[in-house]
């Protein structure tokens, strides 16, 4: 037991070293993940920023807001004919609408650029578009179309001024990002440089902590090995030992008992002593009991070396649930407790050995009897499910703690093993149950709420019809 404490205080620590070295680990590389999304996306806006240059743009939205002046200046003056001036008036369009939509347009506004000379050009086109389109047209006279060129003038008169300005402020706003680009790529390296060696590091102790743990997680197992097989070989020696001096028991104990049988025959009419009585009918109880132990050590014995076999035959399972309880019907009436039994009218024929059920049925059912109060009922109750037959012992005693209803099948467990009198138990019949139940082919189990008492079952499996008409 210390040496267990020991190992689980050793696996806590580790643990928690490596939950510690993961937690850092994965808070470290989610960091790296921040800085590099946070550097692609400065790179995303640098190509943005090269690649489509709005500077570019802009100056080229400037020469084309002048040349349409020019050409409608030449209409005025009449030099050009008024449908060169829609093509002209198109190109600079476009250029507008380039520098307010897509990536130019959340370029410009994360340099933090006044935008407004944009949407006022924009919306000084929409109000010049009509006339345009009357240029386009052909009906106009020249002196009609002079006097629209001449409106037109008017309203585009100060925009080269707004849109020098602009492009003086996208040239200050592009060299200032370039430069912060540079200065934050690199503080970045560095950064980038500093968690690598860090992440390094700490991949390093990380893979350091597994090797040491897994070193030293081979040295428990070996010693844990070595206490297991110390441990089963103790336990063959206690089984061996326990075994031997049943043998040895069994034989007088036997003579013991048909010599108090005889005794009681003959004196019991005639003996007057009462005292005298209850000493061989207390002598007798105990000496039953004595045996049942030392047979149920013999057969646990007997389990555990695979020396127990079975002879399966075709058995009516009425009729053992009707056997095992008549078996268990005396030592039920001396604790003051009765059997209710419950059988289906049709058979329920089962390939299996009707002995060793009958002793599974035997140990179920007198527990169920010892653990129940005086004056109660213990019920036990065989069903078919689907193609299987269950049988349920349930009774309503004292019922098994939580905490002890893990171990409730290993051998030598008892649930009061400080009670004395009628409830006192080896700890193996449930153990042998269990092992029997196994050899059988079946199943075994039980739910159970401490104070409000236990349902124990078993689950074997029934001939199919087809196989009984066979057999017939």
């Known amino acids: 037991m210390a040496a267990q404490n020991y190992s689980y205080r050793v696996n806590g620590k580790s643990r928690i070293i490596r939950a510690v070295l993961l937690v850092v680990f994965v808070g470290a590389v989610l960091f790296g993940i921040?800085?590099?999304?946070?550097?692609?996306?400065?790179?995303?806006?640098i190509q943005t920023a090269e690649q489509s240059d709005p500077l570019?743009?802009?100056?080229?939205?400037?020469?084309e807001v002048l040349r349409l002046e020019k050409e409608l200046s030449?209409?005025?003056l009449g030099l050009r004919p008024p449908t060169d001036v829609a093509l002209r008036f198109n190109i600079a369009w476009s250029r507008i609408t380039i520098l307010q939509e897509g990536k130019l347009a959340r370029l410009l506004k994360s340099f933090g650029i006044d935008q407004t000379v944009l949407s006022d050009l924009e919306q000084t086109f929409q109000t010049v578009e009509p006339d345009i389109a009357e240029f386009t047209s052909q009906e106009l006279t020249n002196d009609a179309a002079?006097?629209?060129?001449?409106?037109?003038?008017?309203?585009?008169?100060?925009?080269?001024?707004?849109?020098?300005?602009?492009?003086?402020a996208l040239a200050q706003a592009k060299n200032s990002t370039l430069s912060e680009f540079r200065t934050g790529l690199l503080s970045l390296s560095h950064v980038i440089a500093y968690l690598g060696t860090t992440l390094l590091i700490l991949f390093g102790i990380f893979v350091s902590l597994l090797l040491l743990e897994l070193r030293a997680a081979k040295k428990r197992e070996s010693k844990m090995r070595i206490l297991a097989e110390e441990a089963t070989?103790?336990?063959?020696?206690?089984m061996n030992f326990m075994s031997v001096v049943s043998h040895e028991l069994r034989t007088p104990l036997t003579s013991l008992l048909g010599g108090l049988s005889l005794l009681k025959a003959r004196v019991g009419t005639t003996l007057k002593d009462p005292a005298a009585l209850k000493l061989l009918d207390v002598a007798d109880r105990n000496g039953n009991r004595l045996l049942t132990?030392?047979?149920?050590?013999?057969?646990a014995q007997a389990l555990s070396e695979g020396k127990v076999s079975v002879k399966r035959e075709t058995v009516d399972l009425n009729d053992v649930v009707t056997t095992a309880v008549e078996n268990c019907q005396v030592y039920a009436e001396k604790l003051g407790v009765s059997y209710a039994v419950h059988i289906p009218q049709d058979p329920m024929i089962a390939l299996t050995d009707g002995a060793r059920v009958t002793q599974i049925l035997n140990n179920l059912i007198s527990n169920a009897a010892k653990f129940t109060s005086a004056g109660d009922v213990v019920e036990v109750r065989l069903t078919?499910?689907?193609?299987k037959a269950r049988i349920e012992v349930t009774d309503h005693g004292i019922g098994i703690p939580a905490d002890l209803q893990p171990d409730i099948f290993t051998p030598f467990h008892q649930i009061n093993p400080g009670t004395t009198g009628g409830n006192k138990s080896s700890g193996l019949g449930l153990s042998i149950t269990k092992q029997l139940i196994d050899l059988?082919?079946?199943k075994v189990g039980f739910t159970s709420v401490e104070g409000d008492g236990s349902v124990f079952w078993i689950e074997l499996d029934l001939l199919s019809q087809s196989h009984l008409a066979k057999s017939a």
Do not use: C, T
Request: hydrophobic share 45%; net charge neutral; proline share 0%.
């Open 56 to 63: 570019w743009i802009g100056s080229q939205l400037q020469f």
């Open 233 to 238: 070989s103790a336990a063959r020696l206690k």
């Open 384 to 387: 078919r499910v689907s193609d």
């Open 74 to 76: 030449e209409v005025v």
């Open 293 to 299: 132990l030392v047979n149920d050590i013999l057969d």
């Open 440 to 442: 059988l082919g079946g």
């Open 34 to 45: 921040g800085v590099v999304y946070k550097l692609s996306d400065r790179v995303d806006n």
């Open 146 to 168: 002079r006097q629209k060129a001449a409106k037109i003038l008017a309203e585009l008169e100060g925009y080269d001024i707004a849109l020098r300005n602009l492009l003086v």
